[in-house]
């Protein structure tokens, strides 16, 4: 299962991300794959903040990991400087998983060989118009292909939400 939505915006891109947070489930992996730049951590905002997390969202290059009381729990995790799938086993992502926490990855093509076969892929790229990101979501495993038709309603009400949203500019 393959979904593409373009996003013109910080907005759009968030209403991306509390899309997915609308059919997350307790022990879900899902894989940021994209371009520095692309709007990993701004769609990580609009998960959290669907999931009632409060807490300001940042990239956690430098950390490696950032926990968010949510429900369910987030560990959003940056794989940016890791060089060895092994380095990534040594996270004890399983854990979270375990606990009924969600797993958020950042640079989530490192993570594939582990988590991609039951994961939700999202690949974000730069599109030829100018602002613009291309949003692929690629389903993996029963679990998420089940959830396609939930996911696709989810991301066509977060995306007209922000579009019937008055301007303030």
Known sequence: MRLEVTTASQAETRAV?????????AGDVVLLVGSLGAGKT??????????????????????????YR????????DLWRLEHLQEVVDLALEE??????????????AAEPLYGAE???VRLDWSRADGER??????????????TDALAEA???????????PSTC
């Not at 701004?42 to 926990?67: D, N, R, Y």
């Not at 926490?101 to 640079?107: K, L, Q």
């Not at 291309?134 to 959830?147: I, K």
């Not at 991301?155 to 949203?165: C, D, K, P």
């Open 96 to 109: 979270e998983l375990e606990d009924g926490g969600v797993v958020i990855v950042e640079w989530g093509d």
């Open 119 to 121: 994961a939700l892929v």
């Open 155 to 165: 991301l066509t009400a977060s995306l007209s939400a922000v579009h019937s949203e």
């Open 70 to 77: 949510s429900t369910p729990p987030v560990t959003h995790v």
């Open 17 to 25: 991300g509390s899309a997915i947070a609308r059919v997350l489930r």
């Open 42 to 67: 701004t769609l990580v905002q609009g998960l959290v903040a669907a999931l009632g997390g409060h807490q300001s969202v940042t990239s956690p290059t430098f950390t490696l990991a950032h926990k």
């Open 134 to 147: 291309l949003v692929a979501l690629e389903a993996g495993g029963a679990l998420w292909t089940s959830r």
